[in-house]
């Protein structure tokens, strides 16, 4: 028995050591994230340092002074050099590396360096009289760098194996912030590009004799007739574009005139419009395919696009992995082509040096020179166009050398044969046979790409094929035979990143218009720094409060339970890091739920050894005993909320995902940590000592409480928190959405002095209580705001944004608002609808499974809970006029769980009972349920309230609406097992039993 013990404890040992393993480096990363407030020390630091830095430049220049005796100028030299190590000190005190200044030989010569940089930009003259507002910029951009130079050697140091720092979403870290404007002249291209092509193959299917050509300044087409003839027939075929064009003259082709289709401003509109929408929703879709990080995509006035991507501090690099055209086209090249990949007809159109020297520039650039540099006299053929691209050199091959990648221009034909428009699928592939490139980009069309491919394929065996993606060719296979499996793959010169992240943009969709990076900023986290740290605190405060709690009620096996619970963070912490999977305030909704979860099992562990206690038992065979009876409700009451998890997980989006896969992992950790550590910890202690302390306090002895005569007492106070909630979202015209749902106006702000995000939320919340504000990292000063809309009126929203914020003049001085612009909604309507069927089919899986596991009366109590739960805490969030954010959407997800948790907790109390007990009325058998339970359900309830009213009080307003949510929802839960879920039970018997009686013999 003992050695079985100890190789339990080792394996507990071993996971707990393998989950700090993997924990370690991120939770120093949060750490550095948590404690450091960069643009607070960044303003402090640069405070201290600039009056020193003002003393040095005044010293250095007493040294020009030729009057100076050489005693005089060694002084000089010394004060400088003292006070540059008080700078270096000043700058290094807060136990950074900088790196950047340990470059530098001082911290002045680095400022200098710097000041010099600041001087070039701004085209100024190194020899220019540096104002004191320089320097101040100087030295702040130095110190910032600084500091994210810092953190990005905290996220690049060596990591376990497979492991990675947790990532945050934008709601805790913030991230890149980049704004992008529809090129209008490139959409109107596009839209007549589109059209030309269309009419170009009708035309030519009618055998008709025209000619077709795009005037772009005038933003039309102009057709012309080679025969006369073919009038009647073309225009026929221009009829189906008299919605599309203005009005033209349709008797031009019968007096040997070309007609002139023009774009009218109405259909520019709207195409502009179409545009916009639908490269919302494939932005949306490529950063889903990233990742669950819970981006803010926005339409921003009526042609821009904001997009806020968390935990990057690169703008470049979202524009190259989540905002590139990624238009793939598949071209059939010119048919004279030799292995050496040279075109006769190409290399026409070049004399030799200029094809070298246009070879090379598409090495360098990835794009052709523009003019580009043709033989006196050649042009492109018509019909065929030119596009930079790369090719594989396998003329080494013979010599056993690897093949090189080159580059080279491809003369294409005009006519594209398919589009990425067909793909149903993209992934990277690691091909080890080709060890020039390796990694490829394997393509599946959907069934009509397929059948379209199959055609091609067949119309063009010994042609090359040239997939084209985004105007550059990365291959143009030679088509040996026809394909008809639908499948294709893009070799080229990519990196594995480069290949996974243009597989995920393929897969997610083209881009459907071209945009232009108009402002790239990095932004800090929408909660807010002050948010955060005060969220964190909170939770900390409420930690111990729960610990203390469960040591003073539970003695040693409180203790013991702590540990099982720290052990259990550890868990989910090192899964995290495993998984790459991305943390929102959701996902630690998704955590709090787990630990609530795992401290009830913990509470109901101990109340059943407290029963088999006090029937007289040995304390080994209560705790064997106590373990085994509680094993079923654990299992029942986890396996639940994991179906309701894995619901939420398939057919939610966003946050909603984010809360399901924390808790997933949750699950799984609390059945570990419940079942198997907290009984490994408990029978050691047992095995050294022979005793254990579960505490001598009750908060109730021997209840007798009439919940099923009260039942009607809950009816009532249930009716009326209904009817008033429900009554008072009516009347207010439905639920209060927050500015996340709805959109509303996106200001950018300045403000004079120093300040912070809780600051300016609280002089918004009287009129904005779900205001969005994040600071531009850098630019400390500096903030961008997004309000809803009240009502329909933009204009008198600006006003009282204006007049809120105005309110803070004497505390930051001059308040300057560098524009403002109508937003679009967050997550839109698709989010809401989705969260809303993933809760129905988790209710439906609920019923089945307690159906199978119980009776399905139970699953319908059940059911009934978790909405009479939902609608509830609606109401009550309508009558204390509190907006509905993804914030509270993720406490809702929190209440849904808890709900079902204490729900299964008291309906398997009862199922224990009807199988135990004989004799007694039914009734009598579920008051004895719930009251056996209460002493759980109270412990349970409180320890998870603690918190959730510090958060409430200490958390500050980005957290209030969370906080407010799960205060209400734990109370509301807790009651709606006694006094919704168990009526439901006994009605439904009272039905059965009155329908037996009526019945005749």
């Not at 004060?79 to 136990?95: N, P, Y």
């Not at 018509?382 to 580059?407: C, I, K, M, N, Q």
Request: charged share 25%; hydrophobic share 45%; aromatic share 8%.
């Amino acid at each position: 028995m003992q050695q079985k013990v100890f190789a339990r404890f080792l394996v507990v040992v071993g996971v707990v050591i393998i989950a700090l393993y993997y924990v370690f480096p991120s939770a120093r990363l949060i750490h550095y994230k948590v404690t450091v407030d960069a643009p607070i020390q960044t303003q402090a630091k640069a405070d201290e340092c600039i009056p020193l830095i003002r003393e040095i430049r005044e010293r250095r220049a007493k040294l020009q002074d030729p009057t100076l005796s050489p005693e005089q100028k060694e002084q000089l030299q010394q004060e400088i050099e003292e006070t540059s190590r008080t700078i270096t000190a000043l700058l290094q005190d807060i136990g950074l590396n900088f790196a950047l200044i340990d470059q530098a030989t001082t911290a002045v010569s680095a400022i200098d360096q710097a000041t010099t940089v600041v001087l070039a930009d701004d085209q100024a003259s190194t020899t220019t009289e540096i104002s004191d507002e320089q320097i101040e910029r100087a030295v702040r951009e130095i110190i910032a760098k600084a500091y994210r130079e810092d953190l990005l050697r905290l996220e690049n140091r060596s990591l376990p194996l497979g492991a990675m720092p947790i990532r945050f979403g934008l709601d805790l870290e913030g991230g890149t912030d980049i704004t992008l404007a529809l090129d209008e002249e490139a959409t109107v291209r596009d839209r007549l590009s589109d059209l030309l092509r269309e009419m170009q193959r009708r035309i030519r299917r009618e055998r008709i004799g025209a000619t077709l050509e795009m005037d772009l300044p005038g933003r039309a087409l102009r057709v012309s007739l080679s025969r006369p003839e073919d009038a009647r027939v073309a225009n026929i075929i221009l009829e189906d574009y008299e919605q599309v064009f203005e009005p033209w003259d349709a008797a031009a082709f019968e007096q040997g005139r070309r007609v002139v289709l023009r774009l009218p401003a109405r259909e520019i509109r709207r195409y502009r419009d179409e545009a916009i929408e639908a490269a919302l929703m494939v932005i949306r879709r490529r950063v889903d395919v990233q990742g669950l990080v819970q981006p803010t995509v926005i339409k921003q006035g009526e042609n821009r696009i904001r997009v806020q991507m968390p935990g990057v501090a690169d703008p470049q690099a979202v524009i190259d992995n989540v905002i590139k055209p990624a238009q793939l086209e598949f071209r059939i090249a010119h048919n004279t082509h030799s292995p050496e990949g040279r075109d006769k007809e190409l290399l026409a159109l070049f004399e030799p040096e200029q094809y070298q020297g246009v070879c090379r520039y598409i090495e360098e650039r990835k794009e052709l020179p523009v003019p580009l540099p043709l033989k006196s006299g050649a042009e492109v053929p018509v019909g065929y166009v030119l596009r930079p691209g790369e090719w594989s050199d396998r003329s080494g091959a013979d010599r056993g050398e690897l093949p090189v990648t080159r580059y080279k221009p491809y003369l294409l034909r005009d006519n594209i044969e398919i589009t990425g428009e067909r793909l149903r699928n993209a992934w990277a592939y690691h091909n080890p046979q080709n060890l020039a490139s390796p990694w490829e980009i394997n393509l599946r069309f959907n069934r009509r790409g397929g059948l379209e491919f199959r055609d091609i394929t067949r119309q063009h065996v010994g042609d090359q094929l040239a997939i084209v993606l985004d105007d550059f060719v990365y291959s143009a296979p030679v088509i040996q035979e026809v394909i008809p499996s639908g499948e294709a793959q893009i070799t080229g010169s990519f990196t594995r990143d480069e290949a996974v992240n243009l597989s995920l943009v393929l897969k997610a969709g083209a881009l459907p218009a071209s945009f232009e990076s108009m402002e790239e900023h990095v932004v800090e986290a929408t909660l807010g720094t002050d948010s955060i740290r005060k969220g964190l605190n909170s939770l900390l405060v409420g930690a111990a409060a729960v610990i203390v709690f469960m040591i003073i009620y539970y003695g040693t096996s409180g203790a013991i339970a702590v540990v099982a619970l720290i052990i259990n963070v550890l868990c989910v912490a090192a899964i995290l890091c495993l998984s790459r999977a991305t943390l929102t305030l959701s996902g630690i909704g998704g955590i709090l739920l787990t630990l609530g979860m795992a401290v009830d099992a913990n509470v109901l562990i101990y109340e059943r050894i407290r029963e088999e206690k006090a029937t007289s038992r040995g304390l080994k065979a209560a705790i064997i005993k106590g373990f085994s009876r509680a094993f079923t409700v654990i299992f029942d009451s986890n396996l639940t909320t994991l179906i309701t998890a894995l619901v939420l997980l398939q057919f939610g989006t966003g946050s909603v995902q984010g809360f399901a896969l924390t808790m997933t992992f949750g699950i799984f950790a609390t059945l570990f940590t419940g079942l198997f550590v907290t009984h490994v910890l408990t029978d050691l202690w047992v095995q050294r000592y022979n005793r254990l302390g579960i505490g001598r306090l009750r908060i109730f002895r021997d209840p007798k409480i009439p919940f099923v005569r009260l039942r009607v007492v809950g009816y009532t106070i249930s009716g009326l928190l209904l009817v008033a909630g429900l009554g008072t979202m009516i009347a207010r015209g439905g639920p209060q959405l927050g500015v996340e749902f709805t959109g509303g106006v996106m200001a950018d702000v300045t403000f004079e002095k120093l300040t912070s995000e809780d600051v300016i939320k609280g002089a918004l919340f009287s009129h904005f209580p779900t205001s969005i504000v994040q600071r531009v990292r850098g630019s400390e000063n500096r903030f961008l705001i997004r309000v809803k809309t009240l009502g329909d009126d933009v204009r008198e929203t600006r006003r009282l944004m204006r007049a809120d914020l105005d309110q803070l003049r004497q505390q930051v001085g001059t308040v300057t608002v560098g524009g403002s612009d109508d937003v679009s909604d967050t997550v839109g309507g698709e989010y809401v609808r989705k969260a809303i069927l993933a809760i129905v089919i988790a209710s439906v899986c609920i019923l089945i499974f307690l159906w199978f596991r119980f009776e399905l009366i139970f699953g319908a109590g059940a059911v009934v809970a978790l909405f009479h739960d939902v609608l509830i805490t609606f109401g009550l969030l309508a009558i204390f006029n509190q907006e509905i954010s993804l914030n509270v959407i993720a406490a809702l997800l929190i209440v849904v769980g808890y709900s079902v948790n204490d729900t299964i907790v008291i309906f398997d109390r009862i199922r224990e009972t009807i199988r135990t007990t004989y004799g007694k009325p039914y009734p009598e058998m579920l008051n004895l349920s719930i009251n056996q339970s209460l002493n759980r359900t109270t412990v349970t309830s409180l320890s998870t309230l603690f918190t959730m009213l510090i958060m409430l009080t200490l958390g500050g307003p980005g957290l209030r609406g969370f906080a407010m949510v799960l205060t209400i929802g734990i109370i509301i839960g807790t009651y709606s097992s006694s006094f919704v879920a168990t009526p439901v039970l006994y009605e439904y018997h009272e039905f059965r039993r009155r329908r037996q009686a009526q019945a005749p013999s």
